[in-house]
């Protein structure tokens, strides 16, 4: 795939959350894997001019998958933190999107997306993009 390889290039697009931009006390484990995911792939854009490899992220907001109703039933996600109800509580209070709209903004993110592109699409609202600033512009005194 990789053009240092005798590939032509080509687009890989990563799955992350919202979770993944953002901590989410109901689910920290989840949360920190989401952020692995969007880290990862800022990583690897880097490397656009060797690869010919576009690097794109997409951050759902929570999505009526089979993923997330079984998310809901169990209070594990948070690790015991929570009580099963504050847990489930927390879960359905959140506004849900059609698992439709997600693949309508991949689609929008493989056509349009520059490499390290990061989109996120919650709430059954447009999908938008966001750009992470680097950590040196985010000083405050301790």
């Not at 032509?8 to 689910?27: H, R």
């Not at 792939?41 to 794109?56: A, C, F, N, W």
């Not at 698992?99 to 993110?109: G, R, T, W």
């Amino acid at each position: 795939m990789g053009k240092y390889k005798g590939g032509t290039g080509g687009t890989i697009v990563n799955m992350s959350s919202v979770a993944g931009l953002e901590g989410i006390p109901i689910a920290p484990i989840y949360g920190g894997t989401q952020y692995a995911i969007v880290g990862f792939t800022q990583s690897l854009k880097h490397y656009y001019e060797k690869t010919g490899i576009r690097m794109l992220t997409i951050c759902p907001g929570l999505t009526t998958t089979a993923m997330a109703a079984r998310f809901m039933s169990t209070k594990e996600h948070a690790m015991d933190l929570l009580d099963e109800e504050t847990a489930a509580n927390a879960m359905q209070n959140m506004q849900k999107q059609p698992p439709e709209i997600v693949a309508s903004a991949i689609i929008e993110l493989i056509e349009k997306g520059q490499n390290g592109a990061i989109l996120v699409i919650e709430n059954n609202q447009p999908p938008f993009a966001i750009e992470i600033p680097s950590y040196t512009t985010l000083k405050v005194p301790i």
